[in-house]
């Protein structure tokens, strides 16, 4: 499944007043391009 597909599934799910935060740790920036691009523009990241 891709990341675009995951959003979708998860966001879906959410009642309206919560909002998903994304939060990477070992992902590529192509992979955090991806969720970008999908419109996940809340993340946070932990290095």
């Known amino acids: 499944m891709s990341i675009k597909s995951n959003l979708e599934n998860i966001k879906s799910s959410l009642p309206e007043n919560v909002t998903l935060v994304a939060v990477s740790k070992t992902k590529h920036i192509p992979d955090l391009m991806e969720a ?3 419109g996940q523009r809340i ?3 932990r290095y």
């Open 43 to 45: 993340s946070d990241f």
């Open 36 to 38: 970008y691009d999908a």
